[in-house]
């Protein structure tokens, strides 16, 4: 049977490279024929990917699906736990520390790594596949956030006074003194950039390979401890307590974006994976998402978020207090409440986390770290070429060599990264009026009168040398509009003559008159 036959159109179309191009209006016949093979090529291998993924990935997501006029939303964990399997309720667990909280949490890309990170110092990594506790350390200062670099043999912890980078045994690698006090990390992985902003409103990006403090700007909004990457183009966006949010790059001093969001202070916000959707959160309790494509709020949900986070199926996590609230898309596009969870009272939440490739989602409080189960929040296939929670040492190693070698240069990030490579319109000269002319001659004239002159010895400073050198300054500040306005006007002689002479015929052209009719 044919792959044709047994694949449906969706399926082969999610594994094309864009849509094919007309090559009909190419006049090259040999670029024709190159560009129809390799299209034709390209045809071939997502039709086999689509093949692929049909038998060698069966894993499908499942969600909570409620009977009846059962709700979703009212399904408890302690519900869940009795249904599911021996390895996934190991996920479901609490780590009560309340001495050294509250606490932040990080995942690393494949989901295999978690990073904790306690206000009071305590900083640990955990092995989330044999829960192992790999390393954990005490610093004996305050630290605000932790985040995982391109692997988890190293990660950045904003300390008291400055961050710092560890590796996986613990050991303090490097001391960043230039960002400062900084209240949230952020990696881009893609660009090998550490971003941070301190408490003084100051936005750094750090080369983690070369060490090269790449940009560092004043945002000139305040403090704010707000910070999220958008994943589809590497923009770093901030949420200030203006209620706007700032999207910068490290190659402009200035932001890309700033938009006003909420009429208070921006308490949270979270990019989705496919990096259009943007969900913010405000003090005048508010959740609103937006569609980046159009800077337009799409929808408007009630209740307020201290953190926000999207799982990579879409799902919205919203934690407030002690309640985490989950959201999820429906058929009509709009976000529903999904399901929810109540912590122990008391608990006060500081960061929610979903885990990449699970069904889980990691919850930061006052009182220590917790995993929950949230059905058809994670990707049930992963790509080991893009993340393998299963790879060994020689994988790892040769992963991390290869995204040395595709590791993006700063100057890639922007708000349409998709207009790399291709080529900028030619825009036609406008040609500046009279008065445009005659004012920009005048600008030059008295900028010329201007220029002062060195007192020169040995009789070269006399007035009537200095009076020359002031007229010819001035008569070279007008040449370039003297030469532009004799070329117009020879050219407007040029295309009188040429009227003339299409007025006779051929015959008698050549007894034409040199001089255009006044």
């Known amino acids: 049977m044919e792959i044709s036959e047994e694949l449906d159109a969706p399926e082969v179309k999610k594994f094309l490279r864009g849509k094919a191009p007309n090559l009909e209006v190419l006049q090259d016949k040999k670029l024709k024929g190159q560009l129809s093979v ?73 989901g295999r790594y978690m990073a904790v990170a306690g206000r009071k110092g305590h900083l640990a990594i955990v092995d989330m596949q044999n829960m192992n506790l790999i390393r954990e350390m005490q610093v004996r200062e305050t ?7 391109h692997n988890e043999l190293f990660f950045a912890a904003a300390q008291k006074k400055y961050t710092y980078i560890y590796n996986r045994d613990g050991t303090e690698l490097h001391c960043l003194r230039e960002h400062g006090a900084v209240l949230k990390l952020q990696f881009l992985k893609n660009h090998f950039l550490l971003a941070s902003i301190n408490k ?18 004043r945002t000139g909004l305040g403090r704010t401890n ?24 490290p190659s402009a001093v ?19 994976p496919n990096g259009h959707l943007m969900a913010t959160s405000g003090k005048e309790r508010k959740i609103k998402l937006w569609d980046l494509r159009k800077f337009e709020v799409l929808q408007t949900l009630p209740g307020h978020a201290k953190t926000l986070d999207f799982s990579q199926k879409g799902l919205l996590a919203a934690g407030t207090g002690s309640y985490v609230q989950i959201f999820r898309e429906t058929e009509s596009q709009n976000y529903s409440r999904y399901m929810g969870h109540s912590m122990a009272k ?33 990707e049930p296939n992963f790509d080991s070429w893009v993340a393998n929670p299963f790879e060994t040492p020689k994988q790892r190693r040769e992963k991390e060599v290869h995204s040395l070698l595709d590791k993006l240069p700063p100057e890639t990030i922007m708000l349409d990264p998709s207009k790399i490579g291709t080529v900028r319109p030619s825009k036609k000269k406008e040609k500046p009026t009279k008065q445009e002319r005659e004012a920009n001659k005048e600008a030059a004239v008295e900028a010329a009168k201007g220029i ?14 200095i009076s020359k050198k002031k007229q010819d300054n001035i008569l070279r500040a007008k040449r370039p509009f003297l030469e532009q306005q004799t070329h117009e006007e020879m050219s407007k002689k040029q295309k009188l003559i040429s009227e003339n002479k299409e007025e006779l015929p051929v015959s008698l052209q050549r007894f034409a008159s040199k001089k255009p009719k006044s």
């Open 38 to 110: 390799r299209e034709e090529f390209y045809g071939i291998s997502a039709k086999a990917a689509a093949k692929a993924a049909k038998w060698l990935m069966p894993s499908e997501g499942g969600f909570l699906e409620a009977e009846g006029l059962e709700k979703t939303w009212r399904i408890k964990q302690e519900a869940i736990a009795k249904e599911v399997d021996v390895l996934s309720s190991r996920n479901q667990y609490d780590i009560v520390l309340p001495d050294l909280g509250p606490y932040t949490v990080d995942f690393t890309s494949s």
């Open 346 to 378: 008391g608990y006060q939440i500081g960061k929610v986390s979903f885990r990449p490739y699970e069904d889980v989602l990691g919850i930061g409080h006052s009182m220590g770290w917790s995993s929950i189960l949230i059905p058809g929040s994670g």
């Open 226 to 249: 707000v910070m999220e990457v958008n994943p589809f183009n590497g923009v770093v966006a901030l949420g200030h307590s203006g209620g706007t949010v700032t999207m910068w790059k």
């Open 452 to 465: 002062t002159m060195k007192k020169k010895t040995k009789g070269r400073s006399k007035p009537s040398k």
């Open 200 to 217: 003084f409103g100051q936005l750094h990006y750090q080369d983690v390979t070369t060490g090269e403090m790449i940009g560092n700007f």
């Open 143 to 149: 630290v605000r956030d932790a985040v995982f670099l």
């Open 254 to 272: 200035n932001p890309l974006v700033k938009m006003l969001c909420h009429h208070g202070a921006v308490s949270a916000m979270a990019f989705h």
